[in-house]
């Protein structure tokens, strides 16, 4: 069993090697309070502000502008307002390089949204799709998740329209994830160190407890979508973090004019094919399942496209198996979650005409 993501970008294609490594077993498997998780359920069912889902087999031949530059231009930009804020204070020289991250997570923050996610939906300097309220409206109406009940949760918020950046698709709801629970797991990830856990282990932990997160309050339980794509962008925003105050060779260093960022935020560093939903397949409950796979079918004849071939090659090129892949594989070894491969856009295709195996069906966690 291992994890498949693409395979050569045609149907029928081979596998890719297995990554069910050895990954220890943690004890941070406790789930959030059934109390929380009932505030956070009520609090996403009454705000229609949070992209749950995305969809980039939509954007599958269509042409996306790669938004690189001009969105680590708004990134930097706000962490540069921050910092001359910070140095035209009277307090400067008693911030602590966490106390100015703090500041800057707070000028990105806004609501369930946050900043650089609301506005690369909305200018028309970052090309996307949907970018139309035409085609807005009609991604709405054809997306993967379009065919479900008025009350199913994932339609209640705005699906996050598609984007390329270093040369990857992905959702602009990547972009908080990145910057906010990329936040938390830098977070979880300090306050383990801090207890006297080795950072490579601290760094499991940070992951595991996201991905808990990723399968209860944001993902799974509320939704029936679990997404490592999501958990592959919260890594690199944890890593991101952790950079921003590393004793070794710090991102943010004070000097005696003030803070100063000394390496500015480029995503070529951070994104990775794993962000692109229509390579990193999500896991679904089996009640989502039903609904979505006979959406998905519909895109199999386009696995012949060669510019849809052509880009799940370059992903093949690029991908390697992450910490996450590892963590993850790990729980779909002892059946916290179904194998992802289930769900690949190539085993769908290979299964036409039929839901799937009965081996698959056995590893499908009970409808949501």
């Known amino acids: 069993m291992g994890i498949l993501k693409g395979g050569d970008g045609h149907r029928g294609s081979g596998s890719r090697r297995s990554r069910?490594?050895?990954?220890?077993?943690?004890?941070?498997?406790?789930?959030?309070?059934?109390?929380?998780?009932?505030?956070?359920?009520?609090?996403?069912?009454?705000?229609?502000?949070?992209?749950?889902?995305?969809?980039?087999?939509?954007?599958?031949?269509?042409?996306i502008r790669d938004s690189t530059d001009v969105l680590n231009a708004r990134v930097n930009a706000g962490i540069e307002d921050v910092l001359a804020e910070i140095n035209a204070g009277a307090h400067r020289d008693r911030c602590t390089c966490e106390d100015v991250v703090g500041r800057i997570v707070s000028r990105f923050r806004y609501l369930l949204f946050w900043r650089p996610e609301l506005w690369?939906?909305?200018?028309?300097?970052?090309?996307?799709?949907?970018?139309?309220?035409?085609?807005?409206?009609r991604y709405r109406k054809e997306y993967l998740y379009?065919?479900?009940?008025?009350?199913?949760?994932?339609?209640?918020?705005?699906?996050?329209?598609?984007?390329?950046?270093?040369?990857?698709?992905?959702?602009?709801?990547?972009?908080?994830?990145?910057?906010?629970?990329?936040?938390?797991?830098?977070?979880?990830?300090?306050?383990y160190?801090?207890?006297?856990?080795?950072?490579?282990?601290?760094?499991?932990?940070?992951?595991?407890r996201g991905m808990l997160v990723e399968r209860t309050v944001l993902?799974?339980?509320?939704?029936?979508?679990?997404?490592p794509a999501d958990l592959e962008a919260n890594y690199a925003g944890m890593r991101f973090y952790d950079g921003l105050c590393d004793q070794a060779s710090p991102v943010l260093r004070k000097t005696d004019a003030g803070w100063r960022l000394d390496r500015p935020l480029d995503l070529r560093e951070w994104v990775t094919p794993e962000w692109d939903e229509s390579w990193q397949p999500n896991v679904y409950t089996a009640r989502r399942w039903r609904r979505l796979q006979p959406a998905l079918r519909e895109y199999c004849p386009l696995l012949d496209d060669p510019a849809v071939r052509a880009r799940r090659e370059a992903?093949?090129?690029r991908d390697s198996e992450t910490p996450s892949e590892r963590v993850l594989a790990d729980f779909a070894r002892r059946g916290r979650l179904p194998d992802?491969?289930?769900?690949?856009?190539?085993?769908?295709?290979?299964?036409?005409?039929?839901?799937?195996?009965a081996t698959d069906l056995n590893?499908?966690?009970p409808p949501n």
């Open 20 to 63: 069910f490594r050895s990954v220890p077993i943690l004890d941070s498997d406790r789930l959030p309070s059934p109390i929380f998780m009932a505030l956070f359920a009520l609090l996403l069912a009454a705000s229609p502000v949070r992209a749950i889902e995305t969809d980039q087999f939509y954007a599958w031949g269509r042409t």
């Open 193 to 208: 160190v801090r207890k006297g856990l080795a950072p490579a282990e601290a760094e499991i932990r940070a992951i595991r």
């Open 146 to 191: 379009a065919h479900t009940s008025p009350w199913d949760t994932v339609r209640r918020m705005p699906p996050s329209p598609t984007i390329e950046a270093a040369g990857v698709r992905f959702g602009t709801d990547k972009l908080t994830h990145f910057l906010s629970e990329g936040y938390l797991q830098h977070r979880w990830r300090s306050g």
């Open 315 to 317: 992903y093949r090129a």
């Open 363 to 365: 590893r499908l966690p």
């Open 340 to 357: 992802p491969a289930i769900f690949s856009i190539e085993r769908v295709c290979e299964n036409r005409g039929r839901w799937g195996t």
């Open 120 to 137: 690369a939906m909305n200018t028309s300097l970052v090309d996307r799709v949907p970018s139309t309220p035409e085609e807005e409206l």
């Open 219 to 227: 993902g799974m339980t509320s939704s029936g979508v679990f997404s």
